[in-house]
């Protein structure tokens, strides 16, 4: 089956990275997602990547994609009391006609004054 | 504003009473999902629909049904409800699906906790 594991909870101080990590067991899925759950609100994206990339930054966000080992990761940089939420990582699709996104069991990050 | 519309947010019932979560979206997007959110289980999808009169099961569709009349509602049905239903549901959309070939964003609603007693 396809799994998708992440830790449950992270606590970072104010000011410091982030780093939350998710690990899958299927490899052929072509984009990978990270979405952002803040308190009683549905989720939204943050950012996707190809599966052929390595690694994507947008502004504070890196997203670093290991194919060989199955393993996403999102950091934060210079993590705000905003960036609170829970952080779920999504693998797209597997083949054409499969309209399957797989979650993740969610990380529910803490931001410490 | 573009987005997605569930209702109710909060519904306490008991167990048996019929009840249906409405979700509506003003996009034009084709694709529609249902989500449940568990502790420790994250997300898991219950039914999607592809467009209108075309749903199909996701990971865990017993005990729900859906339908897709128009291509802006797709409801959720839950005929006799049981307490292992109690969850809190998602409604998604998109422009065209999930996505092999190219990303699909996925729009969410901002959920509908359930509780059955």
């Known amino acids: 089956g396809e799994d998708v594991e992440q830790s449950l909870f992270l606590s970072v101080r104010e000011g410091d990275s982030s780093v939350i990590n998710c690990t899958y067991t299927d490899s052929s899925s072509t984009y990978l997602y990270w979405y952002k759950q803040e308190p009683g609100a549905g989720l939204q994206l943050l950012t996707y990547i190809f599966s052929n990339m390595d690694m994507k930054q947008d502004q504070r966000l890196t997203v670093l994609l290991n194919k060989k080992d199955k393993h996403l990761s999102l950091r934060i940089a210079d993590t705000q009391t905003g960036d609170s939420a829970i952080y779920f990582c999504?693998?797209?699709?597997?083949?054409?006609?499969?309209?399957?996104?797989?979650f993740g069991t969610g990380t529910r990050l803490t931001i410490i004054p | 504003e573009a987005q997605v519309t569930q209702n109710p947010r909060y519904l306490i019932t008991v167990t048996g009473k019929k009840l249906t979560v409405t979700c509506s979206q003003n996009?034009?997007?084709?694709?529609m999902s249902w989500y449940r959110q568990d502790p420790g289980l994250g997300l898991r999808q219950i039914y999607y629909?592809?467009?209108?009169?075309?749903?199909d099961k996701g990971d865990v569709p017993e005990g729900y049904k859906v339908s897709r009349k128009e291509k802006r509602n797709f409801p959720l049905i839950l005929e006799s409800p049981s307490p292992n239903q109690t969850s809190l549901y998602f409604c998604a959309s998109s422009l065209s699906g999930t996505g092999f070939a190219g990303a699909n964003v996925l729009t969410f609603g901002a959920g509908s906790r359930l509780t059955v007693l």
């Open positions: 999504a693998k797209g699709p597997t083949n054409f006609g499969n309209e399957k996104l797989t």
């Open positions: 629909s592809m467009n209108v009169e075309v749903t």
């Open positions: 996009m034009n997007h084709e694709y």
